[in-house]
């Protein structure tokens, strides 16, 4: 093919038998984009934003609106909750400082250990003020945990909000563009706890109830102690010549207990423990299949880092190994309704444990095995 | 209709059961999840084969086809 006799001026339709009107259908749209491109991109952008901001604030509401009619459907409130509700969404936590990181730790877990127990409080306050109503401790750990779904709601919509009406106030693009990118990820987010809504009201376990699921079988049937820790309950039992504490949070409420506390508290009895076998679900990686059951060393536990942290800082004290397995499964399955998948490997992991007891230990020693996880609907 | 495509992902519909187990048989009996039911509790109703207690051994959302 012959290149050679390009005419440019043809090309651009700027020949002199060309049209002036073609001439303007090229330079036009240049000019346009070199000088309002950005513009552009951001009208694009910001309606694709918008319609998940609505969203965003439909779920704030609704969750809002679910907690209080569930709060006056289930305790005959005299007075109308509304106000207090607002007031306890609406609350936010400060995290401690971090320029000076040592002993950070102890800080953030006393600033949410304050706010949790702060919360827990007030609940209680305001559904003794009815005498008819039970303020058990199932009831309220309910009530808080829809809180914190509706507190987070509130948050997530707010920081979008705020992060898309600067960038819309400053016309500025590159300011929208971290916004756009993480914005999936935060819708993700904000449905799984939508979702998680109803879960929590009928009290249906969940994904990340796999944990106590399995302990709790583990527990029927044996003598508890639940004054270890707040929330958490202790068994002693023996499997081939060692000796076993069990441990989970106490359903089938929706708390998640305090194991850190629980084994500080132990260790302060003069406990020996010789082996911490921990099981949790996990996040799973995209690809892999949900409900897949993995060994692997190190204390498996989410949240904030401060448990994680402190049952580290004992196990490495004492020289103990931490062991644990996890059921992987995505941000949406581990608070939402637990799936069958997930639900049916409790008996492939219980076996996992005791076999992992068989290999790892020997007769007489004394192994923990912790059930990490929220235990909404599961009993022990 | 085969020229139609939606990239939009269809809402589920799930449903939720409890399956219960006799202590002594192990006979399963399925049934659809009511609030109060509650994993390792015992159920009201007792085994059809034996007249044992029932235990819930699982509770668990399926998405419907």
Known sequence: ?380 | MIFQINDKKKKQTTTSYTISKCVKCHTTKKQKFKKGDVVFAKTVHVCTSCDNSMIIEHIFSKELE
Do not use: C
């Open chain 1, 1 to 380: 093919m012959n290149f050679t006799n390009v005419n440019i001026d043809q090309f651009f339709g700027m020949g002199e038998e060309s049209n002036p009107l073609m001439m303007l259908v090229w330079i036009l749209p240049i000019i346009l984009f070199v000088f309002y491109g950005q513009r552009i991109q951001l009208y694009v952008t910001s309606g694709e934003i918008k319609k998940s901001i609505k969203k965003l604030n439909v779920y704030r509401i609704e969750s809002k609106d679910e907690l209080i009619k569930h709060i006056q459907d289930t305790t005959n409130l005299a007075h109308d909750p509304t106000e207090k509700i607002s007031r306890f969404i609406d609350y936010f936590t400060i995290i401690p400082v971090d320029m000076d990181p040592a002993g950070i730790v102890s800080k953030i877990k006393h600033v949410v250990r304050t706010r949790d127990d702060i919360t827990r409080q007030q609940v209680q306050r305001l559904l003794s003020n009815n005498p008819e109503s039970e303020t058990d401790v199932q009831k309220v750990a309910q009530i808080q945990t829809l809180l914190e779904i509706a507190s987070s709601l509130q948050m997530i919509h707010k920081t979008v909000n705020h992060m898309f009406l600067t960038a819309k106030k400053q016309n500025n693009y590159p300011l929208i563009l971290p916004l756009q990118m993480v914005l999936p990820f935060v819708m993700e987010q904000a449905e799984s706890l939508r979702d998680a809504i109803n879960a929590f009201k009928n009290e249906h376990p969940i994904g990340d109830g796999i944990g106590p699921m399995v302990v709790g079988k583990m527990m029927l049937d044996l003598q508890k102690h639940d004054d270890i820790a707040l929330h958490t309950t202790m068994t002693r039992d023996t499997f081939e010549g060692r000796k076993i504490i069990l441990l989970k949070a106490r359903g089938p409420a929706s708390v998640v207990g305090r194991p850190a506390d629980a084994i500080h508290n132990m260790i302060q009895k003069g406990q020996k423990i010789d082996i911490v076998i921990m099981i949790d679900a996990a996040l799973k990686m995209e690809g892999e299949d949900t409900a897949t059951v993995s060994q692997g060393f190190g204390a498996a536990i989410g949240g904030i880092g401060t448990e994680r942290f402190e049952i580290e800082e004992y196990a490495s004290n004492l020289s103990i190994p931490i062991l644990s397995i996890v059921v992987k499964q995505s941000v949406y399955e581990a608070i939402t309704p637990m799936t069958e998948e997930i639900s049916l490997q409790a008996d492939v992991v219980r076996e996992q444990v005791y076999e992992m007891i068989k290999e790892n230990t020997s007769e007489n020693q004394t192994v923990l095995v912790i059930g990490v996880g929220n235990t909404v609907g599961i009993a022990q």
